[in-house]
């Protein structure tokens, strides 16, 4: 069965740093892309980050870029999700997703798979 599970969330003051880890286990088909989203409260889930599986190619949504890295392992079926510089308004439940079949990134849709997400808590 298909999982996603991702790690590495936690209480960070502003400024600090953290790294997310999203395991994929189970998927016996090819993936086209891998993403993270992150839903505030009371906010709708947005997208953060998205990383082409083939050939690496990323994606950043305009409050990521030049603060966080998305990078994988193929080996491991892992991305991470490198955070800087958080910002109070990087709190939030962090989801990574999978997306078989090429498509927008930014439209959550088109994503088929979804972890169980991870909290982010960035203290100012």
């Known amino acids: 069965q298909a999982q996603l599970v991702e790690s590495g969330g936690g209480l960070v003051q502003a400024g600090g740093s953290l790294r997310l880890s999203c395991a994929a286990s189970g998927f016996t088909f090819s993936t086209y892309a891998m993403a993270w989203f992150r839903q505030a409260p009371g906010k709708e889930q947005e997208f953060v980050a998205v990383?082409?599986?083939?050939?690496?190619?990323?994606y950043y949504s305009v409050s990521a870029k030049g603060r966080f890295t998305i990078s994988r392992d193929n080996a491991k079926n892992t991305v991470y999700l490198q955070m800087n510089s958080l910002e109070s308004e990087d709190t939030a439940v962090y989801y990574c997703?999978?997306?078989?079949?090429?498509?927008?990134?930014?439209?959550?849709?088109?994503?088929?798979?979804w972890g169980q997400g991870t909290q982010v808590t960035v203290s100012s």
């Open positions: 997703a999978v997306q078989r079949y090429a498509g927008s990134y930014f439209d959550r849709a088109k994503y088929e798979y």
């Open positions: 990383i082409r599986w083939s050939d690496g190619s990323t």
